[in-house]
């Protein structure tokens, strides 16, 4: 049998040698004459071969304190048969750790430390894969990579990265079916839902030549509370139509309220599956405490069907930016691009639609005497698209009941979700993606977006814990604030 690995003598006083390496260079006098930078970059890169002999010592000495294991219901005993080596990657390096193997009596074996130490299955720290991960979450995997190896200077492969995204993403829903619903106390006295798309670009396989790339969609939902905001109607119709802000609205606007407890959430498989977290995220906030509740969308007919079907009690709105971008389409197509009263006819139309005169919209962008000008076949068909779309989705632009009412009528939190979440992630240049792997990356960036990272880490190993040593080892993390304490 191999020797107990226990720390030497000799490998706490390298580590003491190292500390006093460090403090006698602070103080040295050539150190004097050194810039702030390369101080601070020299004693980075030592204090990290330290923490390597500090954790390598603790290592060691778990290994050498731990015992049998305890005998099972079954009855099963083990004896120990011998010294067993794995690698542990942390944030300080690599590190050999000796543990002690024991045989069960009925097969198989088991190194009890394992459990003690909550080491995972893969030979990466938990620390340095969320570090790790959470520069995934935010940057391209090379990228990811390369600023691990800047900070750390550790070398990771592109490959590993994507396998812990793979791997550290699993739980992702678990964790958002387990979280609590903010108090009613704290909630807004809206519950607002919004849904949107987005469009994910797919590797094509190389059996299919020249076809084209093919895109999967990402359906993205977010749930939050407010309280009602009361809005000037001709104010957001000239905003919509870009026209310059007046000074002295500005100084009298109504501050926004804070959306509360915003959570979102997206999935590559499917509307349906996005709807069914969707429910269960909603049943746990409702409550009589919500005066009212709304569902915002573009006009994806889709979309609008399931927030009918299975979400009857909500009040659905047409996001009012979806529909300002359609008038302002038929109104330079009716008036000309460059026409100088361009912006002014789209803020007057969508001023009608503020005040809930649908009718008188519908009735001038058809009144062909009020057309300044003969038409091509695209302007007569953007006109055209723009009346089938305020006709079809009437029902939901009673805007001088929602504003009244002080709801909100713009999807700007999914708006923003679906290009901040999905499309400053997944859409660089050149990006492709499998299923699988996209979805991974999303789970993340949806966790890190939510800021909700810490406690979905903390988690994710006691789950991991669970799975590979049962309930009969309890996990031994204490709290981060413990943890941190005592280099406070």
Known sequence: MSHDPEPSIAQVAEADEQFRKLVEYVESPAT??????????????EVLVLGRSLLKIFMDRKAAASGAPRQGADGATTRQHSW????YVSVFGPIAVRRRYYRRSEGGGV???DAELSLGRRRYSYLLRSWLEYAVAGEAYD?????????????LSKRVAERLADDDSEDVDAFYEQKSAPPAAEEGSILVVQVDGKGVRMWNPPEVPGRRTQKKEAVITAVYTTEPHFRDPEEIADTLAGKPRDGSRCENRRRRPEPVAKELRVTLEGKDRAFDCLERALDKRNGPHFRARVALTDGDPALQDRVA?????????LDIVHVASYVRSASAALLGENNPVLQDYVACRLDELMAGRLDRVLATLEDRQLRGRS?????????????????????YLRYDEYLANGWPIASGAIEGAAGHLVKDRMERAGMKWRPPGAQSVLSLRTVRVNDDWDDYQRFRRRRQHLRLYGP?????????HCILAPAA
């Open 375 to 395: 038409l091509s076949e695209a302007d007569e068909r953007a006109v055209a698209t723009t009346i089938g779309y305020l006709r079809r989705n009437a029902p």
């Open 32 to 45: 004097l004459s050194s810039t702030a930078y390369e101080v601070e970059l020299s004693l980075f890169r």
């Open 472 to 480: 009969g080892d309890s996990f031994p993390e204490a709290p981060e």
């Open 309 to 317: 079907d299975r979400l009857a009690d909500f009040t659905l709105i």
């Open 143 to 155: 990228e990811a990579v390369s600023l691990i190896e800047r900070i750390l200077g550790l070398q």
């Open 84 to 87: 067993q080596t794995r690698t």
């Open 111 to 113: 190194c009890p430390v």
